[in-house]
């Protein structure tokens, strides 16, 4: 069965820091990005950050960029966020999904494919 | 503030035609980069709807249909059901990063 489990999700104070976990089953795991996407209650779907299939290439929202990490362990099947000097307005649902494949990745210069597989998320709250 | 925009709702019988539009700039969907649909029901995770402006991916009913020209893009659901209460999002891309539009709630009257 194919299929993303996150994990890692808590009650933080404003300030300090969590690290989520992302593990793929099923899925030729080292082929594909990966991909963080957040939802805060109520509101929107935000993109967080992609890498790379090989870890090569990391990019952020400017919203997260600088206190946010993504890292990735291909051994493990596992993609992770970490996530520093968190803030009240980084409280959402934190989604992994699936990304590019790297047949698609290479050829086209980057990761534009949609996001065809999605985890059940974990949620995240900062809060005092 | 999302980046692409979306109406709040839309809404309408069963059996009538809504559609969604998204719209964006020539930052990202006017630059070429593909849209692609999501609905979203209660308490779930974003299921793809839509991919590549236009190709409904595998088991999505022919009822959704996408399309895209300039600068927007737009979702359609003809025959519209109960079940089609939702919420929808487009994305897109801005170079590396990636774009998601403000969101529609769909309902079925």
């Known amino acids: 069965q194919v299929q993303l489990v996150e994990s890692g999700g808590g009650v933080v104070q404003p300030g300090r820091s969590l690290r989520l976990s992302c593990a793929a089953s099923?899925?030729?795991?080292?082929?594909?990005?990966m991909h963080w996407v957040r939802q805060a209650p109520g509101k929107g779907l935000e993109w967080v950050a992609v890498?790379?299939?090989?870890?090569?290439?990391?990019y952020y929202a400017d919203s997260v960029k600088g206190r946010f990490t993504i890292t990735r362990d291909n051994s493990k099947n596992t993609v992770y966020l970490q996530m520093n000097s968190l803030r009240a307005e980084d409280t959402a649902t934190y989604y992994c999904?699936?990304?590019?494949?790297?047949?698609?990745?290479?050829?086209?210069?980057?990761?534009?494919?949609?996001?065809?597989?999605w985890g059940q998320g974990t949620m995240v709250t900062v809060s005092s | 503030q999302s980046v692409l925009t979306q109406p709040p709702s839309v809404s309408g019988a069963p059996g009538q035609t809504v559609t969604i539009s998204c719209t964006g700039s020539?930052?990202?969907?006017?630059?070429?980069?593909?849209v692609h649909w999501y609905q979203q029901l209660p308490g779930t995770a974003p299921k793809l709807l839509v991919d590549?402006?236009?190709n409904r991916p595998s088991g999505v009913p022919d009822r959704f249909s996408g399309s895209k020209s300039g600068t927007s893009a737009s979702l359609a659901i003809t025959g519209l059901q109960a079940e089609d209460e939702a919420y929808y999002y487009c994305?897109?891309?801005?170079?590396?990063?990636?774009?998601f539009g403000s969101g529609t709630k769909v309902t079925v009257l």
């Open positions: 999904a699936r990304g590019g494949h790297v047949v698609v990745v290479t050829s086209n210069g980057g990761d534009f494919d949609p996001f065809a597989m």
């Open positions: 099923g899925l030729n795991f080292n082929n594909y990005g």
């Open positions: 890498i790379w299939y090989d870890g090569s290439k990391k």
């Open positions: 020539s930052s990202n969907i006017g630059a070429g980069y593909d």
């Open positions: 590549d402006n236009n």
């Open positions: 994305q897109s891309s801005a170079s590396s990063l990636r774009v």
